[in-house]
């Protein structure tokens, strides 16, 4: 028994941006609002790169998710989760 061809637009297939309104995001900008969503974790006033990027993500239940996707020198797609990000950093 043949299906119907489902049909799909491509504004439907597109994955949605991380950044919608690049121009409104450069203006709401501010050092002051950065810095306030970086953990400052260290007494010191120091910055621990790996745990505001990595340790945070995985400690609030998204370690399994894509941190960093490119295309490898065949063209295949490479990703990376949060997570692996995370294992390999604790070398």
Same mark, same amino acid.
């Given at each position: 028994?043949?299906?119907?061809?489902?049909?799909?637009?491509?504004?439907?297939?597109?994955?949605?941006? @991380?950044? %919608?309104?690049?121009?409104?995001?450069?203006?709401?900008?501010?050092?002051? #609002?950065? *810095? +306030?969503?970086?953990? &400052?974790?260290?007494?010191?006033?120091?910055? @621990?790169? %790996?745990?505001?990027?990595?340790?945070?993500?995985?400690?609030?239940?998204? #370690?399994? *998710? +894509?941190?960093?996707? &490119?295309?490898?020198?065949?063209?295949?797609?490479?990703?990376?989760?949060?997570?692996?990000?995370?294992?390999?950093?604790?070398?």
């Amino acid at each position: 028994m043949p299906h119907a061809t489902i049909h799909k637009s491509s504004q439907s297939d597109a994955p949605r941006p @991380n950044l %919608a309104d690049y121009d409104a995001a450069c203006d709401e900008f501010s050092w002051d #609002g950065a *810095r +306030a969503d970086i953990q &400052w974790p260290r007494a010191s006033g120091t910055l @621990n790169i %790996a745990a505001s990027c990595l340790d945070r993500h995985i400690a609030e239940g998204h #370690g399994d *998710r +894509a941190a960093l996707t &490119w295309i490898d020198k065949n063209g295949v797609a490479v990703t990376r989760t949060y997570a692996d990000l995370g294992a390999g950093a604790s070398k």
